[in-house]
């Protein structure tokens, strides 16, 4: 039996299955401690299922996931609304040299990612999906791209993607508060130990923390919000097109961050219309979790059956990069000081699974050790926003170089 669902139908579905992992999560602490996202509870639970209904012979799903892609947009579409120039200025130095070290990172899990590839003979877009597509992009990254990478011929990219970027959420969390505790108590850091014990989330916010929940705003600026979302992706889609004119591929949704990056600049520089700020993020949250919930029942975890070995090697090949990475690279360059390893364990949190990680990781550190305001102000602005765009152009460099 074949259960089709159009597009409406899997909206409701991928909704549905959004609340059940909201509800399983709250009830299951360890879920909640790694911060593992609730579409990614849920979805996982639904494709399990649909695994168990299509080995018994009882039943599979046709769904139709049209709206998949504009949900993904608008996500990334808020994404480039944080493209501040304000924001990078006020950084300084410290942004410029955090942001060139994760360039590194990504270019590093990519060139790991294919090369194992290579050395179990798979297509070397299967190594980009255990690569920095799913480590430093985490489950939005990974739906975008292996859609991409499936409409290419690569079958099962998706699956590998997002099983790639659910083990990240998980071992990021796990190695990076021992890593940072090991560095500091193995080079006899000074901590602020006897001042501040907790952290000003709030200024870390400002800072440009990762999407979060925030309370309802009025229905104008909400009204602005959506309006100024729907003109990027109109926009977008004209710069996509132009891209596409240069023979390279490029996943769909660059255009629409571009456009976004122009019209946020353009607004922080007049008095044309405010940028509500709140509501975008707000409106990307909706829109990240319901792209992800749709892009996580579509998981054929059937097709992970012939990748079981080389992709464990391959993830646990990453885990080492990444503590490899934050030990000798991170905490060397950002100072070799309290900050830099708070800063090290940041970037285990955002390099193999997302932002809310990294702050995981790092106020976990600082309610024991003390504060490190410049910890929490790089980590957020360079994770929730920087690295994104320099991802995807990375990611899309070495998918043309291999296709």
Request: aromatic share 8%; hydrophobic share 55%.
């Amino acid at each position: 039996m074949v259960l089709k669902l159009n597009m409406i139908q899997t909206v409701a579905v991928a909704v549905v299955v959004l609340l059940v992992g909201e509800g399983v999560k709250k009830r299951v602490p360890f879920l909640d401690k790694y911060c593992i996202p609730s579409p990614v509870v849920g979805g996982v639970l639904f494709a399990i299922l649909a695994l168990i209904l299509k080995q018994t012979g009882i039943m599979t799903f046709d769904m139709d996931v049209t709206l998949q892609e504009v949900f993904m947009t608008a996500f990334f579409t808020s994404i480039g609304f944080k493209a501040s120039m304000r924001l990078l200025k006020k950084g300084g130095l410290q942004v410029f040299i955090f942001l060139c070290i994760s360039i590194l990172l990504v270019i590093s899990q990519n060139v790991l990612g294919i090369s194992l590839a290579k050395v179990f003979n798979l297509d070397p877009i299967l190594g980009l999906c255990v690569g920095s597509v799913p480590m430093v992009g985490g489950h939005a990254t990974s739906g975008a791209f292996g859609a991409l990478f499936e409409k290419m011929g690569v079958t099962g990219a998706s699956t590998v993607a997002i099983a790639a970027a659910t083990f990240g959420l998980v071992s990021g969390s796990m190695i990076g508060g021992p890593l940072a505790k090991t560095l500091i108590e193995r080079k006899h850091i000074v901590t602020p130990r006897d001042e501040q014990r907790d952290i000003n989330i709030k200024g870390a916010n400002e800072a440009g923390e990762e999407l979060s929940c925030k309370e309802s705003s009025k229905e104008k600026r909400f009204t602005t919000a959506s309006f100024e979302i729907v003109i990027a992706m109109g926009l977008g889609t004209i710069i996509s097109s132009l891209l596409q004119k240069t023979g390279a591929t490029f996943p769909v949704y660059i255009g629409a961050m571009f456009a976004a990056a122009i019209m946020r600049n353009i607004l922080d520089n007049t008095s044309i219309v405010p940028y509500q700020e709140e509501e975008i993020e707000i409106i990307g949250n909706i829109s990240l979790s319901i792209f992800l919930s749709m892009a996580l029942i579509g998981l054929r975890l059937w097709e992970l059956a012939d990748l079981a070995l080389p992709l464990i090697v391959m993830l646990l090949g990453q885990t080492v990069l990444m503590i490899a990475f934050a030990y000798f690279i991170t905490f060397n360059i950002m100072g070799r000081d309290y900050e830099a390893a708070v800063m090290a364990s940041g970037m285990c949190g955002f390099g193999m699974g997302a932002t809310p990680n990294a702050m995981a990781n790092m106020q976990a550190l600082t309610v024991k050790y003390g504060d490190a305001a410049r910890a929490f102000f790089v980590i957020p602005l360079v994770g929730s926003l920087f690295i994104d765009f320099c991802n995807v152009g990375i990611i899309t460099a070495f998918m043309n170089f291999v296709k």
